[in-house]
């Protein structure tokens, strides 16, 4: 028998893993509230950032429209205050100053910080020297990219940066911004110079982070909403099946008066009401089944014992035909062995049949006792010897020098043990030379007995039709040891009385081997058998 065992790490997850996984399999509408709300979280992070990016996008595009219409205008004022411009006379150092300081003091009026650079050469740099900047400010808060565009082109540009600065109190700040580049040409030595202005986005970075916030707290609001509507939905179609699942699991434990409670006209009542009905014919028909079996084991008993006192009038009568069989023509005298040999079964047949009826009836009990199963295969198979040795098979026990008890009724174990050694002696193949072999063996919780045979064997699905009432293999062959065919069946009940196995292997041509298993104390739980149901001489196909 094959034990199959959990993986070591199984066994490792924690107790409150396992009853989460155990609720998961169970609950249906944990599944279903559970999946509902993960798909549709999915599908609002999805909208979520898609709104997010356009929003963002929205606000970045409409700020550089402003910053660049802004830039260009300060750039067009610039270029005309330079043109009207005489203070300064041909000094250029003078005239960048001048320009620079009003465009840095007109700056810190309207939130923009302000660097003047040149003159503008190719490759030329902020960190060359020659600058002048809004206080504070860091020149590398202009991006080199943007620089290197004025090395070929003049054109007003623009790019995303990080905006590094200083406040007043000396703590270092940093904001994401947008600066825009664009050049004028310097009347005092006529040279072009670049000016940056650097916009800051900290009103779009509020403004993008509310709508965040906005459609963080909508979208847990919505699964929140989600789930309780998922869960109130489910609940609805759960709690009738549920209801159906409690009520059927009454039917199975015989409570066959249970219905379910029918409201309503949808599908689940009329699903309702279809289980009533198949409950109501399933309980007519078992009643039914239930009083047919009654009426049989009635008949079988009182038929039983019945023919007890007719067949003692004909016991009487047959004994003294069969005493006197020596003075009958040889023809009578045959048929006086006959009628004796057929009334000795018949006297089996109807002392199996009341078997039978106790069993069916409930009324078998059992007269416990410690047995010794290695004593009971010897007595079997000594009783059996003359069978066996008019069928020319010979039978053998394999049993260990120590006893293997087992709390049981003797005489039921012995009666097991002896229709499975007349079974393999009515089929064993008398022109093999192996004997029959009864292994006995046992271990702390339980105790076996196998009854091995060499003869025709069992075909393909006969291992679980053997036990059935009056069942034969092959129809035609005749019982050497003037069995009843109830033999076996009478053994499994036996066996199931005792809380045991009683269990059968064969393939054709190489025999069969039963196999009985016992508990070694009462009420015992079998969870293995200490003998193999496959013989050990067997090779089993591989699949």
Sequence with gaps: MLHLRSPAGSR????????GLTFWRRSIQARVVISTVLLSAAVISVVGWLLVQQTRDGLLQHRTDAVVAEANDETTGARELLATSVDTGNDPVQQQRSLAGIIIQRGET????????????????????????????????????LEEHFDSSSETAWTYTTIRRTTTDGTPVQEPGIVVGSQVLLPADGQSYTLYYLFPLDEQEETLALVTRALLTAAVLLLVMVAGVSWVVTRQVVTPIRMARRVAERLAAGQLQERLKVSGEDDLARLATSFNQMASNLQRQIRQLEELSRVQRRFVSDVSHELRTPLTTVRMASDVLHDARSEFDPVTARAAELLQTELDRFETLLADLLEISRFD????VLELDDVNLVDVAHRIVDATGPLAAQRGVQVVVDAPDQPCLAQADVRRVERIVRNLVTNAIDHAAADRPDPIVVHVAGDEQAAAIAVRDHGVGLAPGEASMVFNRFWRADPARARTSGGTGLGLSIALEDTHLHGGWLQAWGRPGEGAQFRLTLPRRAGGVLRHSPLPLVPGDVTEPVS
Excluded: H, M, Y
Aim: charged share 15%; hydrophobic share 35%; aromatic share 4%.
């Design 12 to 19: 490792k997850l924690p107790e409150s893993v396992r009853r």
């Design 110 to 145: 309207r939130g923009f910080s302000v660097v003047l650079v040149g003159p503008a050469l190719p490759g030329g740099r902020i960190s060359d020297g020659g600058v002048n900047f809004t206080q504070g400010l860091d020149t590398s808060s202009v991006p080199t990219s």
């Design 361 to 364: 009836a409930g009324a078998a």
